[in-house]
């Protein structure tokens, strides 16, 4: 049986061998490097939350620039909930 399987890559999968994303996350200000591991972590366990439930919503990217940090997603709505749980964990404004 397993010879006649067609086998293949999930779309997320394929999504982030590529480099596409449909959500993006920008945290800006000025974060020491505690601060920016804190929100490096929140957004990992946010996204591990909802890959358990949703595979295919899952992280692109995730690269510190001199403003803060730039988050590349497979989905808008991973995207918005990294987003809510910054705000909650942290405050600050969302747009």
């Known amino acids: ?4 399987a067609a086998w293949t890559r999930c ?4 999504q982030k061998k590529s480099g596409v994303a449909y959500g993006r996350v920008v945290a800006k ?3 020491d490097a505690r601060r920016l ?6 957004v990992a366990n946010v996204a591990a939350r909802a890959g358990f439930t949703q595979p295919q919503r899952a992280i692109v990217s995730v690269e510190r620039t001199d403003k803060g940090l730039d988050v590349l997603t497979t989905s808008q709505k991973l995207a918005h909930r990294i987003v809510h749980e910054l705000k909650k964990a ?3 404004r969302a747009r």
Do not use: H, Y
């Open 1 to 4: 049986m397993l010879e006649k």
């Open 29 to 31: 200000g000025a974060f």
């Open 11 to 14: 779309p997320a999968c394929k």
């Open 37 to 42: 591991a804190a929100i490096e972590r929140r």
């Open 90 to 92: 942290f405050g600050g």
